[in-house]
């Protein structure tokens, strides 16, 4: 369905609410329907994504001490997933420089949220797939290799190799959300971090990819705030 057409079921199925398109992802396209948020897959695969994300939410419930959605999936007439707004301050890896108190709240709760997530027992949770997945070096390769010498693509080969192959200790095997930021959580007031959504890339991985996707975020102080906290949890 296009966008379009989304729009005018929701007008049809939803009078009286306020309707209002969010964004348009390389998988879906979102709505704002009152206090709701519709997702509606743009290729059939992305269906079971939803129902994936679903059953990840409702494992991790329990377990987590901020809000995760609670997501609901109709299948016809027309298939799309939808769960209630969780609401709170938006930010960003910077937004609370200035304010060394409420950042410090942020980074512990950070580290809290992971360390919830990365404990929960992994067992009871099966995926379609739980290894690592790393791009073979042949495909990653085509991309960098016009940037780089034969001798530097050697080294980076022999290096990446030995990443992607060694042994990974099983404690480091976690479920890890895998892409958390600014734009998928919110904050409260006092700069704590209170809910979390978008698990459609969660699994279980390495601890250290959601520890180093703060890293990326710029904000070297509280990178490592999150991390000596996380270390004492």
């Known amino acids: 369905m296009t966008k379009q057409e ?3 079921y929701l007008v049809k199925h939803c009078p009286n609410t306020e309707i209002k398109f969010i964004g348009a992802g390389s998988d879906s396209y979102e709505f704002c329907v009152g206090e ?3 997702r509606f897959p743009r290729y059939d695969v992305v269906l079971s994504q939803y129902e994936k994300e ?3 939410c409702n494992f991790l419930r329990d377990a987590t001490s901020v809000l995760i959605p609670n997501i609901e999936i109709q299948y016809k007439p027309i298939s799309f997933a939808k769960h209630k707004m969780i609401l709170g301050n938006k ?4 937004s609370l420089a200035l ?3 409420k950042q410090m709240r942020l980074a512990r709760s950070i580290a809290r949220f992971f360390a919830e997530i990365h404990t929960v027992n992994i067992s009871k949770f ?3 797939s739980e290894r690592v997945d790393y791009v073979e070096f042949n495909e990653l390769s085509k991309m960098i290799a016009p940037f780089l010498s034969k ?3 050697n080294f980076f080969k022999k290096k990446y190799n030995k990443i992607i192959n060694r042994r990974i200790p099983k404690n480091d095997m976690v479920m890890c959300h895998m892409g958390f930021k600014g734009q998928n959580s919110v904050i409260d007031n006092k700069g704590n971090l209170v809910g979390v959504f978008d698990f459609g890339n969660a699994g279980i991985h390495e601890r250290w990819r959601d520890l180093s996707v703060v890293r990326k975020g710029g904000n070297k102080w509280l990178y490592r705030q999150v991390v000596r906290h996380y270390e004492k949890l």
Do not use: C, T
Request: charged content about 20%; glycine content about 0%; cysteine-free.
């Open 36 to 38: 709701y948020v519709y």
């Open 126 to 128: 099966k995926l379609e």
């Open 54 to 56: 679903a059953r990840l």
């Open 6 to 8: 989304i729009n005018a």
């Open 151 to 153: 001798r530097q693509l």
């Open 99 to 101: 304010f060394p108190i």
């Open 91 to 94: 930010w960003h890896w910077h």
